[in-house]
């Protein structure tokens, strides 16, 4: 059965995007049929995956017939229409069992009217009580039709309906965070928030539920420089003046949030984190170090950073700053974080 991970935090710039493309690379390689869903107006997780240029090609990607998205997928099956043929369809991208479905601006306007339904659920359009449930239901329909393993939900820095839905709808979630003192505010505001949703979902009436059972995987700590000490074990963990935050990240969220969660039955144990991640500390799934100019190049070449070549870091070496060794050393540690994330999630969910 498919498992439907979101990735969430509604403070942005934290690199949610970038880290969904490289682990649904990583879970795809490993032989996992993979899809991302890009549910952010801004739709960078798509012209990152597909290496789209400009607005033209946006423009020409909404208007093949044969291609869907997540507004189109949204609006049919509104207008109760089957999840079959034409709008089935997901974009194949570079990578073998790794597929897209694009984001699209209009989502928003589908946002508003999924907030409407949960404010106003029973009101003047009864109709509307459905809304809520139908991405969930159609996500799950597509991993019948493409035989999928995972989806894997990019949402936008938001606390909207369709943010709501999307994470209550989901078998599994999780925080990244970067090292400042919005990303810890943010960790409070979630154990605030959740359980109002989860309250608010369970209240609602639909002919497609949603699960409402999401389980907090954890937080991914990224976006920090490392140490650079050579010769030291420590080199790739994060610079002193970083780690004060990412220490002050995590005690907020296993004192606030975990237990927020964990009085609804929505997050893993520790025990269970333990026994996955042993050497990390708890609810701390992954350290990715900031990519730098690394996520340049791998936007230019439509491939993750730890896919980059020699031959790929050549083609932007004006714009790059660091030697070669340097940089392909980075490639081969992110290659390793990667991976070990991806296995991490597989045993975890």
């Given at each position: 059965?498919?498992?439907?991970i979101s990735m969430f935090n509604h403070k942005g710039g934290v690199s949610k995007t970038t880290t969904c493309f490289n682990l649904g690379w990583s879970l795809a ?55 079959e043929g034409p709008n089935s369809t997901i974009i194949p991208t570079a990578q073998a069992n790794l597929f897209l479905l694009p984001g699209n601006l209009q989502i ?27 991405l969930s239901f159609a996500f799950k329909r597509l991993a019948d039709i493409h035989n999928l393993d995972f989806i894997i939900i990019d949402m936008a820095p938001s ?191």
């Amino acid at each position: 059965m498919v498992k439907i991970i979101s990735m969430f935090n509604h403070k942005g710039g934290v690199s949610k995007t970038t880290t969904c493309f490289n682990l649904g690379w990583s879970l795809a390689q490993k032989g996992y049929r993979t899809l991302l869903v890009d549910a952010d107006p801004q739709s960078n997780l798509t012209s990152l995956s597909l290496s789209l240029p400009d607005e033209d090609s946006f423009e020409r990607l909404y208007e093949n017939k044969n291609s869907n998205d997540i507004f189109s997928l949204a609006t049919s099956v509104m207008a109760n229409k089957v999840v079959e043929g034409p709008n089935s369809t997901i974009i194949p991208t570079a990578q073998a069992n790794l597929f897209l479905l694009p984001g699209n601006l209009q989502i928003e306007g589908f946002s508003n009217q999924i907030t409407v339904a949960l404010k106003m659920a029973g009101g003047i359009f009864p109709e509307t009580r459905n809304y809520p449930g139908l991405l969930s239901f159609a996500f799950k329909r597509l991993a019948d039709i493409h035989n999928l393993d995972f989806i894997i939900i990019d949402m936008a820095p938001s606390l909207s309906g369709l943010n709501e839905v999307l994470l209550m709808g989901s078998d599994f979630f999780i925080a990244p965070c970067s090292p400042d003192f919005f990303s810890e505010i943010a960790i409070k505001n979630l154990a605030k928030i959740i359980p109002e949703w989860h309250a608010e979902i369970k209240g609602f009436a639909s002919n497609y539920p949603l699960s409402n059972t999401p389980k907090f995987l954890g937080i991914i700590q990224q976006k920090y420089r490392p140490r650079r000490k050579k010769d030291s074990d420590d080199r790739n963990r994060p610079a002193e003046s970083f780690q004060k935050w990412i220490d002050r990240i995590r005690k907020s969220t296993n004192s606030i949030l975990v237990p927020q969660l964990s009085t609804l039955g929505l997050a893993i144990s520790p025990e269970k984190f333990r026994e996955v991640i042993a050497d990390n500390e708890a609810y701390d799934i992954a350290y990715i170090s900031d990519f730098n100019s690394l996520v340049a190049v791998s936007q230019m070449e439509n491939k993750p950073v730890f896919e980059l070549t020699e031959e790929d870091i050549k083609s932007m070496s004006n714009r790059f700053g660091k030697s070669m060794e340097s940089a392909l050393n980075d490639v081969q540690k992110f290659k390793d974080t990667f991976s070990k994330l991806a296995d991490n999630i597989l045993a975890l969910t």
